[in-house]
């Protein structure tokens, strides 16, 4: 995760997930990451299945005030 030092940052995150498997299909294994273009870093990450589980995780690692999603997520 991006150190920041409690100023008033906004952060304009796009969150993205690439998924791979182990082994075989069956084990299906994700990142998903947040991507802050301004700054062209990863500003937090996070590894597991490919649901949306795994994407809270990573959503509880951002401080979110709005959220949009702007395409379909393919966790279920």
Same mark, same amino acid.
């Given at each position: 995760?991006?150190?920041?030092?409690?100023n008033n940052i906004?952060?304009?995150?796009?969150?993205?997930? @690439?998924?791979?498997?182990?082994?075989?299909?069956?084990?299906?294994?994700?990142?998903?990451?947040?991507?802050?273009?301004?700054l062209k870093r990863?500003?937090? #990450?996070?590894?597991?299945?490919?649901?949306?589980?795994?994407?809270?995780?990573?959503?509880?690692?951002?401080?979110?005030?709005?959220?949009?999603? @702007?395409?379909?997520? #393919?966790? @279920?």
């Amino acid at each position: 995760m991006l150190p920041l030092d409690g100023n008033n940052i906004q952060l304009i995150c796009e969150i993205d997930e @690439q998924g791979s498997f182990v082994g075989n299909k069956k084990n299906q294994r994700g990142l998903w990451y947040a991507w802050e273009p301004r700054l062209k870093r990863i500003v937090a #990450h996070v590894f597991g299945d490919r649901s949306r589980k795994t994407l809270d995780k990573l959503l509880v690692m951002l401080p979110i005030v709005r959220l949009s999603l @702007q395409d379909s997520i #393919h966790a @279920q």
